[in-house]
């Protein structure tokens, strides 16, 4: 905005503000051409980047032809499907295999509960039954074997990795422990680390070399578990462990009325009252008949609370004990658990063992979900309430028990004592075992077995569906439909570039029609605007050198043979096996597909058309299709960016972002100039304006000495 006082036209009568807009339209003339210039830099950018987009996609289509999974789909036949199935592999061997036989199908080991009795043993009690959804302590009665309680707490807790090179973490409360024969220290804890599951010692020196990995040490003075390696940073340590009692401390406020603790059912001693200790603010108190006492209190005349032993709830009923801002209240305890112990079979024969400690709190569903989710078990726990019996199910079919005098050949170990949760209340203790058998098969002449139904020879996947006595044939061959759309595709692909490159080489230039000025604009509707915009910016790449070049560099790779000893002189350019370019010359140079020689040349000839497109060379003449394709578009695509940048760059990065720059700046200074001269302008137009005033002023003062005569 310009600082100096404009007088237009008060005393001439002229109408300053339209004369200087006049005098103003013929200079900015120069500035319109720089702006016109700069709009169709950017327009010219973005056709740019629109084709370079192009490029940029065929060259992916590119590097996707180059794999082998392009050219090597395979298809399967079978005989029949209802005995045998089949997939195969990219690199699966073209021909075919004849099952001849299948005596035995692979089935999964299960165990049912009871299943050892002389007669099928429910696990409840006549007339009593078991929600699986409720709690296992207060269900206790409701079994037929009823359920083994230890006095102890099953505490949790996770940690996440830090990475350090001697991961460890500290356990809140001392773990109970079993000494074995060779005097190892076993902990009764769970570990897992992202899923794998640690077994927990005090020394691993008796421990195989092979198997300390599978170990953890737990050093009981100082409260710290060790790994061997480095745990990494955010990895999910979870520990479960049994402690023979709890302390939890809490600060509660004035006159509070309860404390809940962590766990409920709560364990007796010896003398029949709960295992229960509390301080409150250093005073003792104890437990009698569910009624908190001080511990000073002899006659225990007057309680201060009461503790539900099922819940964990203590209420208090004598304010006076938190009579303080903020108490430190601390209770020590224990409460129930149970044990049950299980194992299963890997494939290379060794024994994957899991202790589980039940809380009893929890449902049998718990217990199940546990089971479910032991990622090395491989077992599901199932049970069905209108049988009552409980199941166990190897997820994996087959037999892994090497050793059949181990566990009588089981795949599914039942361990622990006569008093494990799973031996004793869910009466799989001496329970028989069906099933975890192999496949037993012979193909091609050979007996043969696998673990399961399916598997894998040569790059084949079989199936078997049932046992039979008949042969059936499984034919591997080459999926000519599925290639041939892979390279139908490559050429859709190819087509779609070279139509949209000659279009904007073809593109008629309009030069008469610059781009319009915001004046300019003012005067038109938008359906002339648009119409107008579209002839200003058409032809602005028309024979663009760039582009020339790279249609006529991919027309003489796509047309020169490909000199590769690998390839048979019958099969070595497109034209060979259908693929030729159009007749009308009009079309850039497009490819047509002769399909049924392209799906000849694909059952004649697999190998030589896969290296028709792919093959690699020290040269270009030895280089296949799409490699020779690749390096020029991805040459001109790199020119593209160089010259118009892409949507992450700068101007100063790319020419024309530069040019842009420069005119921006000189439209700056020519902008700065014209305001000049605008100011001139009005200045002179001012003077004149100010002079004629002064004139009328002197001529109005004359003209009143004539008056008076």
Known sequence: MTSIQRITGLASGMDIDSIVEKMMTAAKQPLVKLQQQKQILEWQEEDYRTLNQKYFDFRSTLSNMKLTTKYRVRTTTSSNENNVTATAANNAALGSATIQSVTQLATAATKISGSGSETATTISKSGAKIKADASLYSQTGNFLNGITWNNGVVVSQSFSGDGDATAAVKLSNTPVSTTADDGTVYYAMNVKVNGKTYQVVNDKSNIPDNEKGNYAVYNAESGVLTFDSAVSAGSGIHVEYVADAVTETKTLSKGAATMQLGHGLIATDTTGNQAFSLKINNTNYVLENDKLYAESDTGKSSPVGTLDASTGLITFTDSSVLSGDNNTVSATYSSKYATMSLGSYNEDGSMNK???????????????ADVNSHSTLGVSMYYDENADRVSLTRKMTGDFNKNKENNKGDEIIIGGSENDFLNHTLQFNGSRESGGENAKFTMNGLETERTSNTFTISGVTYTLKSKFDTPVAVTVSN????????IKDFVDQYNSLIDAVQSKLNEDRYSDYAPLTDDQRKEMTDTQQDQWDKKARSGLLRNDMTLKSSLSNMRSLIYSK???????????????????????????????????KLKAAIQNDPDSVELLFRATGSTTSEKGIVQRLYDSVNNTYNTIVDKAGKSTYVNTQFTIGKNINDLTDKIRDMNDKLGKLEDRYYAQFTAMEQAIQKYNSQYTYLSSFFSQQ
């Open 354 to 368: 899991a202790a589980f400690y039940i809380d009893g709190t929890d449902s049998l569903n718990d217990v199940m």
């Open 562 to 596: 490909v000199n590769n000893a690998n390839i048979s002189s019958e099969y070595n350019q497109l034209s060979s096996i259908g693929i030729t370019t159009t007749s009308d010359w009009l079309k850039g140079g497009k490819l047509e597909i002769n399909e049924d």
């Open 479 to 486: 999926d000519t439909d599925t290639i041939f759309k892979n």
